[in-house]
Every structure is written in C-alpha cells, then in structure tokens.
C-alpha cells in the first residue's frame, strides 16, 4: 500500500510563505485526486486542496487565493505553497489520495506549521 511522508513544516510569522512536499512510496497516478488536509489544535481535520490527475485543482474558501496545490514532475509528489499565511492556518497538514470526498490511504505522519509572531 502507498505510503505518505509530509514535510516542509515549520514556525513563519504572520504574512509568510511556507511550501510543502508529500511524497508517496509509490505512484499516485492511479488516484483521482491528491487532496491536503489540515487539523488545528483541538479541531477536526478538514480538507484544504485537492488536485485530480488532470490538474484540476479546487480550494477551500479559507485559503482560496493563498495556497496553491500542485503535483510535481515525479509521479509520487504533491505540494502545497502556502503564501500570506494567518494565524488560523496553524495546524497540522496531511495529504492523501481522495475521491467523493473519502481519504483512500492510511494517513501519514504530518507536518506543523505555526505561524505566529
């Protein structure tokens, strides 16, 4: 089964840009879609971005405008450029295969991002 690493977390302050990398064990070209997810300390984990295989991309209106999903060259990574990023974008980010809004693999081990002054 696919696995899933998140990386690129960290502490930005308010106003800043992070990008993260999902990479996968194997291909994610079989999945429709490769969605980011993110869990705010004490909340639930909702759904950022999605971008199906052929890079149609769609946003929650939270971020719209600031994130950016994208699939990279090699058919195993998906990324996530975050600019002007809020408070409220503190959390933890995860990706995953998605389809009918159903996360398809286990779920990695995610990535924190603070952003704080």
């Known amino acids: 089964q696919v696995q899933l690493v998140e990386s690129g977390g960290g502490l930005v302050q308010p106003g800043g840009s992070l990008r993260l990398s999902c990479a996968a064990s194997g291909s994610i070209d079989t999945f429709y879609a490769m969605a980011w997810y993110r869990q705010p300390p004490g909340k639930e984990r909702d759904l950022v971005a999605t971008i199906t295989r052929g890079g149609r991309t769609n946003y929650a209106d939270s971020v719209k405008g600031r994130f950016t999903i994208s699939r990279g060259n090699a058919k195993n990574t998906v990324y996530l450029q975050m600019n002007s990023l809020k408070p409220e974008d503190t959390a933890v980010y995860y990706c995953?295969?998605?389809?009918?809004?159903?996360?398809?693999?286990?779920w990695g081990q995610g990535t924190q991002i603070t952003v704080s002054s």
């Open positions: 995953n295969a998605e389809f009918g809004g159903r996360r398809l693999l286990p």
